[in-house]
């Protein structure tokens, strides 16, 4: 049996607003150590004597746990990894976990949200009410952009997971059809249809696939051409994986009709970054919160827990390292 004693959550804020039950964590370690945030150069100070390490955002490298003798657990409070070295992890002997399947659910109404506001033209009839523009019609009802009905349309899901598979769920229980794309430049398995004919075909693309060599930049230029022109493309998976100006562009030319982004390539962007100009239409940008229901992140908090409880009785949980 494994046992640790001293933790320390380097950026509680990142998952906790202060409305979470975080005592779960307080029962599975003894000693705490809390950080509402915590910038780069502080990090090895912090964990310097820290023998659990919970972090989201806040990056572990080699040389940072180097500096953190006692070291044993890193748990992520994310399901990506990328903010640790895992290589390094590895020859240090440290083990890391990450959460999973922790947002599913909200996720995937974040996704169902964006697609409904699109396809009624919600945010549009909403900024034309707010000018004055209804109460200065001659009409009762406003209805010059298009609205459309979920069951005439077909969902296109890149990235087949768990999220992609709960999204395509509820498209379904909506009535629309669902079409699951397979990998770019692959022969498709017997219940996908290639990447190119999902693009063709579906009226709204869902992105639920990770970000690595091959899907970073994957929606281009090209790529949003080859959607149909009245295409709606939600992205709640990761920035890099749009190219950010081809997008803007692609709103802009109407070569696409409308777009749903949770995630950027910078986090927090900066206030000139592309996709929050003004000018762009038929674009909804949300700021990185599809997981972050309060069910979901006490699921988050409670399995961190579980990851500790579970490393102390020798079988960690979750291990990515």
Known sequence: ????????????????????????????????????????????ERIQAADVVVTNKCVLDRATMEQAPNLKLIAIAATGTEVVDLD??????????NVRNYATRSVTQHVMTMVLNLVTA??????????????????FSLYDQTIRELPDLQMGIIGY?????????MARALGMNVLIAEHRGCNPRPDRLSFEHVLATADVISLHCTLNEKTRGLF???????????????????????VEQDLADALRAGDIAGAGVDTLSVEP?????????????????????????????????????QEIIAYNHGMPMNRVV
């Open 220 to 242: 281009d230029r090209r790529v949003l051409r080859s959607m149909k022109p009245g295409a709606i493309l939600i992205n709640t998976a990761r920035g890099g994986i749009v």
């Open 269 to 305: 962007p900066p206030a000139d970054h592309v996709l929050l100009a003004p000018d762009i239409p038929n674009l909804i940008v949300t700021p990185h919160n599809a997981w972050a229901s309060k069910g979901a992140r006490q699921a988050c908090i409670d399995q961190l827990a």
């Open 88 to 97: 390094a992890a590895a020859e240090l002997g440290v083990t890391v976990c």
């Open 161 to 169: 997971g768990v999220l992609g598979k709960a999204v395509a769920k």
């Open 1 to 44: 049996m494994m046992t640790v004693s001293q933790g320390v959550f380097l950026d509680l804020g990142s998952v906790d607003s202060g409305d979470l039950e975080t005592r779960v964590l307080d029962r599975a370690l003894p000693g705490w150590q809390w950080y509402e945030h915590t910038q780069a150069e502080q990090i090895a």
């Open 122 to 139: 919600q945010p549009f009839y909403i900024d034309r009410v707010r000018r004055g523009l209804w109460s200065e019609s001659n009409q």
